[in-house]
Each structure stands twice: as structure tokens, then as C-alpha cells.
T-cell receptor
Framework: EAGVTQSPTHLIKTRGQQATLRCSPISGHTSVYWYQQALGLGLQFLLWYDEGEERNRGNFPPRFSGRQFPNYSSELNVNALELEDSALYLC?????????????FGDGTRLSIL | GQNIDQPTEMTATEGAIVQINCTYQTSGFNGLFWYQQHAGEAPTFLSYNVLDGLEEKGRFSSFLSRSKGYSYLLLKELQMKDSASYLCAVTPEKYGNKLVFGAGTILRVKS
């Protein structure tokens, strides 16, 4: 069974640009989560999508947005990039049923802002 | 607010037992997860506790006390490959499926 896949692996942008990160969940998983892992910090929750809808949002500005497609894959968009957006962005997926479903993570996209 | 505390680093010897503690203060509680993350890799799920007590899974066990806001991960028969960061995460009931993570504990296993 294929795990969570993310693309690209690395992304280099400059300040003010826009970045798009992609995620494909494990087959059968309908929930997709996005987390930011900045250097030296723990994982910070960004967004949760399920059945195409945004279900929950972390404490991040509106320039962080995303969507979930009918096939349950997801995109994270970051507009007006700032230096502090440099981080590893991790996508996770889980089954929808119940809150005790473990989230399974992809290898992440490392976003570097120059 | 949400606060999850773990020791920053620990060192243990191959073959030994190590206990990694996690204390939490969150607005709600609907379960606690432990993940392992090797450098440059994705976090992998280790265990889940929602009721008080010990959950055993091979060389790994996890304990939860909800009244004390406390959990630990116990690793037995340590192997060099267990050198990794161990992440404690809580699902605060109020926030749905969101996971709130601690900063992680870097475990170094020496021979």
C-alpha cells in the first residue's frame, strides 16, 4: 500500500512569491492535514480537510490556504512568501471515522525562501 | 492555550530501557499519540492512548494518566536504530482532529 506522497521534495522561492505544495493521501483516507515544522520547533497544525471541506484551521495568517480535490488529494498554497515561511511542510492523512484514527505522514516538502 | 512538555534530549545505551516523559495542559483531551521521527524523514505512528493505563506494542509501551496530564513512552532492548526524535501529540477535543505536538525528545542510543 502506497503511503502519503508529497511533491515537490524541495522548493526554493523568493520573498513575495507564491508556493503550491501537493499531497496524495493513502488510498481510502478521506482526511488530509497540513503541518509546518520550522527548524527547532515542533509541528504546528495548519489545516484539516475532509470530504472536500476545510474542517479546522490553525493559527496561521490567511495567506496560507488550500483545498481538497474530489479524489481526496490536497494542495497547500502560501501567498506573499516571507522568510519565516522557510520550513518543512508535512501532509498527513487518516480515515475519517472518529478522532482516534492515527495520522500517517508523508516525507514533506522543504520550502526555502531566499 | 495548549502546552506539551518533553525533555529536549536523552542518551541511553544499546540494550537498555529508556522512558520518555510527556506532560500536557490542553483545553480538552481526546487522546495522546506518540510518533517517531528519524532525521530527514516523516514521523511514523507508534502508539495511541485515550484511557488510563499501559498500552504495549512489542518493544514499545505507552502509559497515560489523564488526571495527572502525563504520559510516557517506554522503549525496551534499545537498538541503535532507535536513535530518533520522539514526538508526543494530543488531540484536544475542542479542536477536532487537530494534533498538538510537543517539541520532541531527541534520543541518542550509544553502543
Amino acid at each position: 500500500e502506497a503511503g502519503v506522497t508529497q511533491s515537490p521534495t524541495h522548493l526554493i522561492k523568493t520573498r513575495g512569491q507564491q508556493a503550491t505544495l501537493r499531497c496524495s493521501p493513502i488510498s481510502g483516507h478521506t482526511s488530509v492535514y497540513w503541518y509546518q515544522q520550522a527548524l527547532g520547533l515542533g509541528l504546528q497544525f495548519l489545516l484539516w480537510y475532509d470530504e472536500g471541506e476545510e474542517r479546522n484551521r490553525g493559527n496561521f495568517p490567511p495567506r496560507f490556504s488550500g483545498r481538497q480535490f474530489p479524489n481526496y488529494s490536497s494542495e497547500l498554497n502560501v501567498n506573499a512568501l516571507e522568510l519565516e515561511d522557510s520550513a518543512l511542510y508535512l501532509c498527513a492523512s487518516s480515515l475519517r471515522t472518529g478522532r482516534n484514527q492515527p495520522q500517517h505522514f508523508g516525507d514533506g516538502t522543504r520550502l526555502s525562501i531566499l | 492555550g495548549q502546552n506539551i512538555d518533553q525533555p529536549t534530549e536523552m542518551t541511553a545505551t544499546e540494550g537498555a530501557i529508556v522512558q520518555i516523559n510527556c506532560t500536557y495542559q490542553t483545553s480538552g483531551f481526546n487522546g495522546l499519540f506518540w510518533y517517531q521521527q528519524h532525521a530527514g524523514e516523516a514521523p511514523t505512528f507508534l502508539s495511541y492512548n485515550v484511557l488510563d493505563g499501559l498500552e504495549e506494542k512489542g518493544r514499545f509501551s505507552s502509559f497515560l494518566s489523564r488526571s495527572k496530564g502525563y504520559s510516557y513512552l517506554l522503549l525496551k532492548e534499545l537498538q541503535m536504530k532507535d536513535s530518533a526524535s520522539y514526538l508526543c501529540a494530543v488531540t484536544p477535543e475542542k479542536y477536532g482532529n487537530k494534533l498538538v505536538f510537543g517539541a520532541g525528545t531527541i534520543l541518542r542510543v550509544k553502543s
